[in-house]
């Protein structure tokens, strides 16, 4: 309603979080995505963790702001705080190493419980450069995704594999709800306290949940 | 006087106890010697009289500042016949806060009892507010402060002609209704601010047809002027427990003043000193954050403070931040700042901050991440700094440091190489100079033990001598015997018998 010129000229503006275990990639996969650069030492950017990407989609444009988390394990706790209002999530797992699959798994149905369906998730299996030592099979990941309602994803932020096509998927299906969203909002009438509630209850509550989180992951 | 001390020690008198108004109840010392009906009385007029107070000067402030933005708008502007009017006119378009004000009637009364409920800690420090309220220049000061802010708006609203005007008086009438909210809970406050932020920006978007960067422009400064205006009344609200967390979490970080680089994993080498001076610089904005008003300025602190970091951590490690190096170092930043009011600062940004920005914005990112260094503080324990629980107790509870386990071993010994590593570089290098000082110290008894042994070898040298000169003295007696008459032969003893002819002659002489 805002927007008034039409739908066309429209701006989306989503956040996306990146999530996943500390050593899986997830600040190379964003680098390589916005900079096309990995380990170079002429990256030019001061910082890898929030970064942000203009998009023009069948005519639409969108304005991506990528949240990347601190993926210790200590830090885990903290995961409500970051991805609350958020438009879609990338699980980043390494495919050589089984461990972090399992902390994808975990996102998930922290994520699930926390958000509902509204949000898009991304299961993204990274390094495929390194095929020979895999340790998480094909077949149990993309089950897995199917299985929760997210879309499975191979890259490689070495060879640049994947990335893009990951990221464009993403932004559609953040589009495909946004405008589900509207036209649901569309029927009902009281749109923009809604949209509003829905920015400001969190505000609070976040920090109660993360605590709750941090007994139950601490003990 | 000692009689009447002792009186007063055993026997109360009973009209000392009652209300001061003399209605025969008993008064209690906490309410200035009133009972508890006259003191709600009192206090109830007490405040009605600050509203009026309150009101009359947003009334004379925005007389001012009509005749201000009238003389600005010059001769097409109608004159001010209505400056009066502008209350009741711009109301109108506020029907729906009106609605909302009598709905929220029913919650503002359960606000009210628990104002004083007895148990409520709020209702003394109400009472030293109104104490200071009157105080002229705390007043005067932040008037200032507000007219500065109230000419800067009025300034960048001739910009915008016809919409500046609508947007002068929308904001105008919002703090005055504002100011007769101030028994709402920070909750409800929040949701008024939200509110007025969204219809604000929803009739500017028709306005402005759409072009939502002149948008976000207008309400930058709409927040800048109405949140400097009610920063008094809205930031730490004592309805709220925000105060309490404050100092629970100053305590908190002060309990954790040993908690250092290597337990966080802060990829950050403060001997480098250009690392240094970026992470004293990211102390002082995460501390300067208190000292701005409007959420927007402290988001920038927020802001700042980040930037310092990344630089920090990109001089250590010369690759771009990750928030896997960010957050932790963010969280060692905010333990050596222990910013002021950290918790009433977040509540205040996140109540009254213009969402979008605080929710996708690159601001809203930091802001994000110091909420949840926050939250890391707060529950911080031995396992998340990779410690033993028993060192984790005992370093909290202030019995050892962790820079130096061997508590025996006395500071002037400590092994410089470990010291140098876990501490900054102001540490190492008192720890240099302590040892410098002990090798001296040492040295100098050195010297001083060397004197003396001399001294003592000089003094037995001495002493030794003469007792030699005196054994000797002993020994050989100085005997001064006379010269015996020289009698040549007089050794000779077999003289006697020599024969007669033979026989010396003896001569005297």
């Known amino acids: ?219 | 006087m000692s009689q009447r001390k002792e009186r007063r020690g055993i026997h109360v008198d009973q009209s000392e106890l009652h209300c001061n108004k003399g209605c025969g109840y008993y008064g209690n010392a906490a309410w200035q010697g009133l009972c508890s009906k006259c003191w709600r009385e009192e206090y109830q007029r007490a405040r009605q009289k600050q509203i009026q107070e309150d009101w009359a000067l947003a009334e004379k402030l925005q007389r001012e500042e009509e005749v201000a933005y009238a003389s600005i708008q010059g001769a097409q502007s109608q004159p001010l016949s209505q400056p009066q009017a502008p209350p009741q006119a711009s109301l109108a378009p506020f029907s729906k806060f009106e609605e909302k004000k009598t709905n929220e009637k029913t919650r503002k009364v359960t606000t009210v009892k628990k104002f004083f409920s007895p148990s409520s800690r709020t209702a003394p420090k109400k009472e030293n507010q109104e104490g200071k309220t009157p105080s002229p220049s705390i007043s005067r000061q932040s008037s200032i402060e507000t007219d500065r802010v109230s000419r800067d708006f009025v300034d960048f609203l001739k910009t915008l002609h016809k919409p500046g005007r609508e947007v002068h008086k929308q904001s105008r009438a919002f703090i005055e209704i504002m100011a007769n909210k101030k028994d709402l809970s920070a909750d409800e406050l929040s949701e008024c601010v939200q509110d007025f932020y969204q219809n604000l920006s929803d009739r500017l978007m028709t306005h402005f047809k759409g072009s939502s960067e002149r948008v976000e422009r207008v309400m930058d400064e709409v927040e800048k002027y109405i949140m400097t205006r009610l920063y008094k009344s809205v930031f730490c609200p004592e309805t709220t427990d925000d105060e309490e967390k404050d100092l629970a979490t100053q305590n908190r970080i002060r309990a954790l003043h040993w908690v250092d680089i290597q337990m966080l994993c802060v990829p950050v080498d403060e001997e480098i000193p250009e690392v240094s001076d970026n992470v004293v610089k990211a102390i002082t904005d995460v501390i300067e954050m208190d000292s701005k008003r409007v959420p927007r300025d402290k988001l920038a602190c927020i802001t700042r403070c980040s930037k310092h970091i990344f630089s920090a951590i990109k001089i250590t490690k010369s690759e771009p931040a990750s928030a896997d190096d960010f957050l932790p170092t963010l969280i060692y930043i905010v333990l050596k700042a222990n910013p002021p009011r950290l918790q009433s600062n977040i509540q205040y940004i996140t109540r009254f901050c213009n969402p979008s920005r605080l929710m996708t914005g690159e601001d809203g990112y930091y802001f994000t991440n110091l909420c949840c260094a926050v939250a890391f503080i707060e529950k911080l324990d031995a396992q998340s700094l990779n410690l033993d629980p028993e060192d984790f107790e005992r370093y909290m509870s202030g019995q050892t440091s962790p820079r130096r386990p061997e508590a025996d071993g006395g500071w002037p010994q400590v092994d410089p190489p470990t010291g140098s590593a876990a501490s900054s570089p102001a540490l190492t290098q008192v720890y240099q100079n302590l040892d410098l000082l002990s090798g001296m110290g040492s040295r100098q008894d050195r010297v001083l033990e060397g004197v003396q042994s001399l001294q003592r070898d000089l003094i037995t040298w001495q002493e030794s001598v003469e007792r030699e000169v005196q054994e000797i003295l002993e020994k050989y007696p100085l005997e001064i015997r006379l010269p015996a008459p020289s009698a040549i032969d007089s050794d000779n003893v077999e003289n006697d018998r020599l024969p007669p002819p033979l026989t010396p002659q003896v001569f005297a002489g």
Request: glycine letters at 10%.
């Open chain 1, 1 to 219: 309603m805002a927007a008034g010129g039409g739908a066309g000229n429209k701006t989306y503006s989503f956040k996306v979080v990146l999530l996943g275990e500390g050593c899986v990639g997830k600040t190379s996969l964003v680098l390589r995505y916005c900079e096309n650069k990995f380990n170079d030492k002429h990256i030019t950017t001061l910082q890898a963790s929030f970064l942000t990407k203009k998009l023009n989609i069948t005519g639409k444009r969108v304005n991506l702001a990528i949240w990347d988390t601190a993926g210790q394990e200590r830090f885990h706790a903290l995961g409500p705080i970051y991805y609350r209002d958020s438009n879609g999530a990338i699980l980043v797992y390494d495919i050589t190493d089984e461990d972090s699959f399992q902390k994808v798994k975990n996102w998930v149905k922290e994520l699930r419980k926390m958000l509902g369906n509204e949000i898009c998730l991304c299961i993204v299996g990274n390094k495929v450069d390194l095929e020979k030592e895999r340790h998480v099979s094909v077949e149990e990941a993309e089950g897995y995704a199917e299985s929760v309602g997210a879309k499975h994803y191979h890259t490689s932020a070495k060879l640049n594999k994947g990335i893009e096509e990951l990221f464009l998927d993403l932004c559609k299906r953040m589009m495909e709800t946004a405008q589900a969203e509207e036209r649901a909002k569309g029927n009902g009438a009281s749109q923009s306290t809604t949209s509003r509630r829905g920015v400001q209850i969190v505000d609070d509550d976040p920090q109660a949940a993360t605590a709750a989180g941090g007994c139950c992951s601490s003990a």
